[in-house]
């Protein structure tokens, strides 16, 4: 029973992802089964938040519910935009040399800079790490923040959404505790523990610490 639910609402997904938007009537027709079980199933796909539905208003008669995947849904397909990235890297230095890709990361460790730095303006240390783990959460690092009574503060990054590029390119990793280092306003960002290495998690041991760019 429990099988043939996730079965349907695998189908349900898969539908949607070829055929881009379908109402319950629609749905229901393919799959060979009753408007109210479409409608059970994708309740569950709407809490899950994998699709989402727009009314949209006919020339005639009531206006109709149509569903859509949401970019969480998408996701749940296949993706190569890591394998890609690396590719055009590899090619990069290939052509350009290694010295290059260097810079593209030093170059991406800058804009992220200027992008957040006025968020870290004024705060003090404590603020400023609770501002870092939020800012990795929002880009899917599923970060831990802990204090050691001596003020020392462990980062533990669960999840590293490059880490396979940072397994051919280590400087991605410096470029990142460089970032760190600039925005918390300290030099006592030292790595414990990477993924890009074979860790279970990326861990940063921060310290406060008057930092002089």
């Not at 593209?104 to 460790?109: A, E, G, S, T, V």
């Not at 960002?189 to 041991?205: I, L, N, P």
């Amino acid at each position: 029973m429990n099988h043939k639910s996730s079965s349907t609402k695998h189908e349900i997904l898969k539908m949607l992802k070829l055929q881009k938007r379908l109402t319950v009537s629609e749905m229901a027709k393919q799959l060979g089964i009753t408007e109210m079980a479409v409608r059970r199933h994708l309740s569950t796909l709407e809490r899950d938040q994998l699709v989402y539905t727009t009314l949209v208003r006919q020339a005639m008669g009531r206006p109709m519910n149509v569903y859509e995947l949401s970019e969480k849904g998408e996701e749940l397909f296949p993706q190569n935009y890591k394998q890609i990235a690396l590719d055009f890297l590899k090619d990069i230095e290939s052509v350009a040399g290694q010295d290059v890709v260097e810079k593209l990361f030093q170059n991406r460790k800058e804009r992220i800079k200027q992008m957040y730095e006025e968020q870290f303006a004024n705060k003090s240390f404590d603020e400023k790490m609770i501002e870092l783990a939020r800012i990795q959460n929002k880009h899917g690092y599923m970060t831990e923040l802990r204090k050691d009574e001596d003020g020392t503060y462990h980062f533990i990054e669960h999840h590293c959404p490059i880490a396979e590029v940072a397994k051919e390119y280590q400087t991605a990793c410096d470029c990142e505790r460089q970032l760190f280092q600039q925005l918390l306003g300290t030099l006592k960002v030292t790595s414990q523990a990477c993924m890009a290495k074979g860790d279970d998690v990326c861990h940063y041991e921060i310290k406060k610490h008057d930092y002089v760019e």
